[in-house]
């Protein structure tokens, strides 16, 4: 699909996700590595714990299918020999600071003026501009400050992160979405542009619309518990079982009545509970528990008797019954039990790739199947230098610069079966960058996040959620009935009228209502069309109902978040549902690439948990390698030291810290005033820390639970420690960096008047997003959609209405 297009990747272990991104899609990628080699082939965990250049799993996880150019970009000859590839390139990846990047000439200003088409991504912790732009950060400090670590953890310790570090896999996707869609617009104007991005802000999505609360006026505060989340009352996600843990989805709203009926009455042929509590509406009860209309002791008790049910079980168990009665279950798999898990091996997941000097290694394959446009499977990360000057193999002459400046998408068409969060929050960003997006729901089986909270100034309602405001902003609503015949016919032209269709129903529903790809593709040959589940549309588990947090269980981010001595504690909610859309934006972007080539259509069947796998690459080649199983860790780090949330003064107030060199160690203990663990030589490297964390996070525990979390902030940034709050909703509704960035933007609502939304995670420099309205009410444009985008006459229309196809 990109097979056309150059790839320059400066980027460290920051970035380098990005350059992951576009391998897979064809995309030639050259790493331009400084004299000695990244300094992600240093990373963590290593083959066989050499320490070794080469050998970092990091650097074998994500330059997988890239070449090495070695350049020394702080001499002359070496930075005129980039800025002659620069010159002739697509897209430049840079993760270096503001200053780094303008002394080294790699700044986007000098760039464009030797390209203008260059589209030049720079990938950062808290983005290019703003009053923390410059602070020093780790992936802890990011996850701290974007809304989501807060969320994860057990409610008497500190929140916790996920073990294989997230925030700039995040990030990197973001950026590898961001850059396709700058290259869709470069198509119409011939140039190119910068690309911003933040990775607290593209971290903030993993908190899934959490965020939002304070600045809607919701009057609730999502906290964390073990295994499960709190607002009024603490809701399980995670039950012990005989060998491990499962996730289990019982939760609140109409949606959840029958799945919870199912999963009560097998608990009582276990004969774990009573027959009153299998007939009870479970799903109204929690709800009305939420709104504190009904005390939760009922729901606290139940849980503890599924608990006793489920601890008398097996994970396999649980998951092999648990699929056929319909219930909504999945094993928390570790990282041996996820590569032992049948599903992706029946769907030709893994990629067999020589990593280890001739013998081959299992490693995360395609994250999408395309049916015309297959997805490269990379190869083994480059040695050292090892690319070959190659003629380019061009598409065509590039379209003359231009003055367009309309946004990148516009004229895109979309129709939108998505629901819930992972879909929505894919087809949002289209809109955000100038698709039209029709979002086809039922006014019968309502979308579940309609319903969900937080609400706008605390009212619950289809029309007031917040969560699914933010996720489907810019839409237009219909509501069809697909098993109507009149509502097929509409649906059928509005597949006739778009360029892409997208789904995230069960494998079994389009096609029942026949609706599925062959159907669609037969009045529109051209048409692009996206299938979403948790686990693919084939195999053996491909009816697995559910949600994200069964495939997060399932992919094994479940057992890499928590403690080691408790259960897993996170990460938040649907994990998967943040992770997916990235990887739907990246196929459907390149689909189109391939169709304005070829002027071909095709099928996409993408599976969130293969997708999210791609986020834990190291820890799967480290059992690959070295036969090691890495589990949570709770805040502690593979590299760095001390590397911790400690408390600050107040009721569950933390701050994250992370000593991200030697001379970042010698300057906290400089700030905390503990010259005895400066001078001890034992302490100077991390190798010697490592050994005595317990020591040190005492000394530092010490220091911070009797200050405020600013003044820690402050004195930690100034010296050049990586530090920063763990910052809820409201702190992040207050943060003058996401503030300066327009992370939060109030936008028109049908029904309320105003919502506040999440704004896009990336900034285009010449084409920037635009969020216009918050997500619409209930079937608000079926009119609208029916008279002037198909063209329907008063007639038409009213046959479609008195058909009751559209209600």
């Not at 399980?236 to 079982?241: D, F, K, R, S």
């Not at 778009?498 to 062959?518: C, H, N, R």
């Not at 005595?692 to 402050?714: G, N, P, Q, Y």
């Amino acid at each position: 699909m990109l097979s056309s297009f150059r790839v320059l990747d400066l980027s460290d272990r920051q970035g380098m996700f990005c350059g992951y991104v576009l391998a897979h899609l064809g995309a030639e990628v050259i790493a331009i590595e400084p004299p000695g080699g990244s300094s992600a082939r240093l990373a963590p965990p290593f083959r066989g714990d050499t320490g070794r250049a080469d050998d970092g799993l990091w650097w074998q996880a994500y330059a997988r299918g890239k070449s090495s150019c070695v350049l020394d970009l702080a001499t002359g000859p070496g930075r005129e020999r980039f800025l002659e590839l620069a010159a002739d390139a697509d897209f430049v990846i840079e993760s270096f600071s503001r200053p780094d990047a303008r002394a080294l000439g790699v700044d986007y200003e000098t760039l464009a003026a030797g390209n203008p088409g260059l589209i030049v991504v720079s990938i950062s912790p808290f983005g290019r501009t703003g009053p923390k732009a410059d602070w020093p950060a780790t992936d802890l400090t990011v996850w701290a400050a974007s809304g989501a670590h807060v969320l994860a953890g057990d409610s008497d310790r500190a929140p916790v992160r996920t073990s294989v570090p997230q925030s700039f896999l995040h990030a990197g996707a973001d950026a590898a979405v961001a850059a396709l869609i700058a290259l869709q617009e470069r198509h119409r104007s011939g140039l190119g542009q910068h690309v911003d991005i933040s990775a607290q802000q593209s971290s903030a999505q993993a908190a899934l619309a959490a965020n939002l609360g304070a600045p809607n006026n919701s009057g609730l505060t999502v906290q964390r518990v073990a295994g499960g989340l709190a607002g009024t009352f603490p809701v399980q996600l995670t039950w012990p079982c005989a060998d491990g843990y499962v996730a289990i989805t019982m939760l609140f709203g109409e949606a959840f009545t029958e799945p919870n009926r199912r999963l009560l009455a097998w608990v009582h042929e276990g004969g774990a509970c009573t027959r009153e509590e299998v007939d009870t509406d479970w799903g109204l009860e929690l709800a009305a528990m939420m709104r504190e209309e009904a005390s939760p002791e009922p729901y606290l008790d139940l849980c503890r008797k599924i608990g006793d049910f489920t601890r008398a079980r097996t994970q396999q168990e649980l998951f092999e019954e648990g699929l056929g009665r319909g219930i909504y279950v999945a094993p928390a798999f570790d990282i041996a039990g996820l590569l032992r898990e049948r599903q992706f091996h029946a769907r030709d997941f893994w990629a067999e790739v020589d990593l280890d000097r001739g013998r081959t290694v299992r490693a995360p394959g395609a994250f999408s199947k395309l049916s015309k446009s297959a997805l490269a499977i990379p190869g083994p990360a480059p040695a050292p230098d090892d690319w070959t000057v190659a003629p380019r193999k061009r598409a065509g002459a590039r379209k003359p610069p231009s003055s367009e400046r309309s946004l990148p998408l516009a004229g895109l068409k979309v129709v939108d079966f998505m629901w819930v969060i992972a879909g929505p929050l894919s087809t949002r960003v289209l809109a955000d960058y100038g698709a039209t997006v029709i979002k086809v729901e039922s006014s019968v089986r309502v979308d579940p996040a309609r319903g969900s909270p937080a609400f706008r100034d605390g009212e619950p309602g289809v029309e007031t959620g917040v969560p699914f405001s933010s996720f489907n902003a810019g839409k237009m609503s219909v509501t069809v009935d697909p098993s109507n015949p009149v509502g097929r016919e509409v649906i059928l032209d509005l597949a006739r009228w778009a360029d892409i269709v997208t789904e995230s129903f069960s494998p079994k529903a389009m096609k029942q209502w026949g609706l599925d790809y062959p159907a669609l593709a037969e009045v529109n040959p051209s048409l692009i069309m996206l299938s979403s589940c948790l686990m693919g549309q084939t195999g053996p588990r491909a009816q697995v109902p559910g949600y994200g947090n069964m495939a997060a269980a399932l992919a094994g981010f479940y057992d890499l978040t928590g403690w080691p001595d408790r259960s897993p504690a996170g990460p938040y909610l649907a994990y998967t549902d943040g992770v997916s859309p990235r990887f739907m934006l990246a196929s459907l972007l390149g689909a189109l690439e391939h169709r304005r080539r070829t002027g071909e259509g095709q099928y996409i069947d993408l599976s969130q948990a293969e997708a999210a796998i791609h986020l834990l690459a190291p820890a799967i080649l480290d059992h690959e390698l070295n036969g090691r199983v890495w589990h949570r860790m709770g805040n502690r780090d593979l590299e760095f030291c001390p590397h911790g949330v400690y408390p600050a003064r107040g009721e569950d107030r933390w701050v994250a810290v992370a000593c991200q060199s030697d001379a970042a160690w010698d300057a906290l203990c400089r700030v905390i005033g503990r010259d005895d663990l400066r001078s001890d030589p034992a302490l100077a490297t991390a190798a010697g820390r490592f050994g005595r964390e317990d020591e040190l996070d005492r000394a530092l525990t010490e220091w911070t639970r009797v200050r405020h979390e600013s003044e820690i902030e402050a004195a930690l940034t100034e010296a050049g420690v990586a530090a920063h709050a763990v910052q809820n909703s409201q702190e992040c509704a207050d943060d003058p960096q996401l503030r300066h960035r327009r992370h939060f933007v109030a936008v028109p609502h049908s029904e309320t008047g105003e919502m506040v939304v999440e704004n896009t995670r990336s900034m285009l420099s010449r084409t920037p997003s635009r969020v216009a309205r918050a997500g619409p009410t209930l079937g608000e444009h079926n009119v609208h959609v029916l008279q002037d985008i198909l063209g329907y006459d008063d007639e038409r229309m009213a046959d479609v209405f008195a058909s009751l196809a559209m209600e």
